[in-house]
């Protein structure tokens, strides 16, 4: 078991993630995120993929309390027993992808997708988008409202939202998505190795603008998204045994 001296609490701004906040500060004595040993995220899924961004280069593990609405990456809140459920915690690695777009004004945006990268359309019109694993075109013309690349945290997200496969978090493959696709009709996207290069290019850019996201991050009017996993990076999240994330992504894919 590994003993966590040093606690950081960062909260949603949503009252009962604020009134976590001060209960679990007044016990435990909370420091600053850049001096803790593990942060605890409270709030929804959407918050503790906020902090996960803004913390990645602390290299410490995150420990999320159910005080939001979506929860799937979090356990569920208890203000006793803090130190010892930390203790007794299991720990899941992850790798995010690394998305580089250039979009129609010559710039080039970086950004970290812990979920998936997407490439959605702006306006009114369906995207046209030629898809290459790996430098090989592999789909000359997806017609559709967009296309995403999930990882297996992601799957459970907007991929499963857009009819893509659920993830085990062991399996080392990604989601390849399309959304919403009108031709071809019957394609219903593809697994990928984790260790393959994804590159997502804008047909008639100029008629069907673009926009790419990285988690949270978007870029408009975009030309071209190439996608990897990120082995640099690495983020470890923490779970009570029983709410083990493995096991929740499981029964994830026997629900009706």
Same mark, same amino acid.
């Given at each position: %078991?590994?003993?966590?001296?040093?606690?950081?609490?960062?909260?949603?701004?949503?009252?009962?993630?604020?009134?976590? !906040?001060?209960? /679990?500060?007044?016990?435990? *004595? *909370?420091?600053?995120?850049?001096?803790? @040993?593990?942060?605890?995220?409270?709030?929804? @899924?959407?918050?503790?993929?906020?902090? /996960?961004?803004?913390?990645?280069?602390?290299?410490?593990?995150?420990?999320? %309390?159910?005080?939001?609405?979506?929860?799937?990456? %979090?356990?569920?809140?208890?203000?006793?027993? /803090?130190?010892?459920?930390?203790?007794?915690?299991?720990?899941?690695?992850?790798?995010?992808?690394?998305? &580089?777009?250039?979009?129609?004004?010559?710039?080039?945006?970086?950004? /970290?997708?812990?979920? $998936?990268?997407?490439?959605?359309?702006?306006?009114?019109?369906?995207?046209?988008?030629?898809?290459?694993?790996?430098?090989?075109?592999?789909?000359? $013309?997806?017609?559709? @409202?967009?296309?995403?690349?999930?990882?297996?945290?992601?799957?459970?997200?907007?991929?499963?939202?857009?009819? *893509? =496969?659920?993830?085990?978090?062991?399996?080392?493959? %990604?989601?390849?998505?399309?959304?919403?696709?009108?031709?071809?009709?019957?394609?219903? *996207?593809?697994?990928?190795?984790?260790?393959?290069?994804?590159?997502?290019?804008?047909?008639?850019?100029?008629?069907? =603008?673009?926009?790419?996201?990285?988690?949270?991050?978007?870029?408009?009017?975009? !030309?071209?998204?190439?996608?990897?996993?990120?082995?640099?990076?690495?983020?470890?999240?923490?779970?009570?045994? &029983?709410?083990? !994330? @493995?096991?929740?992504?499981?029964?994830?894919?026997? !629900?009706?």
């Amino acid at each position: %078991m590994t003993e966590y001296r040093s606690i950081a609490f960062v909260a949603s701004e949503v009252p009962q993630a604020q009134d976590a !906040l001060r209960e /679990l500060n007044s016990r435990y *004595g *909370g420091v600053e995120p850049e001096k803790a @040993d593990v942060i605890i995220a409270l709030g929804g @899924d959407g918050f503790m993929l906020e902090t /996960l961004h803004r913390y990645l280069h602390r290299q410490v593990p995150f420990y999320g %309390m159910h005080r939001g609405s979506v929860g799937f990456l %979090m356990n569920g809140y208890g203000a006793s027993a /803090l130190k010892e459920r930390l203790a007794r915690a299991q720990s899941v690695t992850i790798h995010p992808l690394a998305m &580089e777009a250039q979009d129609a004004h010559g710039t080039t945006h970086r950004a /970290l997708a812990i979920n $998936e990268v997407s490439l959605t359309r702006q306006g009114r019109q369906a995207a046209k988008i030629r898809i290459s694993v790996d430098s090989i075109v592999r789909l000359d $013309e997806l017609m559709a @409202d967009g296309v995403l690349l999930a990882t297996p945290v992601g799957s459970t997200a907007y991929n499963l939202s857009a009819h *893509g =496969p659920i993830i085990p978090l062991k399996a080392e493959i %990604m989601a390849l998505t399309p959304v919403s696709a009108f031709r071809p009709r019957r394609w219903r *996207g593809a697994l990928l190795p984790q260790a393959a290069k994804v590159r997502f290019d804008t047909i008639e850019a100029d008629k069907r =603008p673009l926009s790419a996201t990285a988690d949270y991050t978007e870029v408009r009017d975009v !030309l071209s998204v190439e996608m990897r996993q990120d082995r640099d990076s690495t983020l470890t999240l923490l779970f009570d045994p &029983e709410q083990n !994330l @493995d096991e929740r992504v499981l029964k994830e894919q026997f !629900l009706s």
